[in-house]
């Protein structure tokens, strides 16, 4: 019980440095896979964000395992979750566009982009929300060339 605890809180503890922040629409990778922001236009009741899907693997295709994306307001709330655009079969070095695009009330000046991949193991839903088995990146939208 004890050790569970620890366990637990050890989690806990790590799961807000989890975070990647990254500047611009620098590219962040989950294992073989990997997503950068293009292009954005911030409109007054949504978001629409264009990213590159790319996959970092040498020899085998790559399917992110259940990516979510949400936009986040000045405010704090959410808008997203499951993103099936983002989770195409890429070759070994090769990519593809997506258009994500939010619906959001007052996204405010400068709203962040949240991405994350499927925790492990998958079937326990464990990586569905933002959790300590899920590996997340955040992308300031206002950094992204329009």
């Known amino acids: 019980m004890v050790l569970m605890i620890a366990v637990v809180g050890a989690i806990a503890v790590n799961w807000e440095s989890s975070l990647a922040q990254e500047a611009g629409g620098h590219e962040h990778c989950f294992a073989e ?84 991949e499927g925790g492990w193991p998958p079937f326990l839903g464990l990586g569905y929300a933002a959790s300590p088995f899920t590996a997340r990146v955040e992308w300031r939208l206002c950094q992204i060339a329009g």
């Open 33 to 116: 896979w990997c997503i950068a922001p293009q292009s954005t236009t911030i409109g007054p009741q949504a978001v629409t964000v264009r990213v590159r899907v790319r996959s970092d693997a040498k020899q085998a295709s790559q399917k992110p395992d259940h990516p979510q994306a949400w936009v986040i307001d000045a405010r704090g709330r959410e808008s997203g979750g499951p993103q099936h655009l983002l989770d195409g079969l890429v070759a070994p070095d090769g990519s593809y566009l997506a258009t994500l695009t939010f619906t959001i009330s007052e996204p405010g000046t400068c709203p962040r982009l949240l991405v994350s």
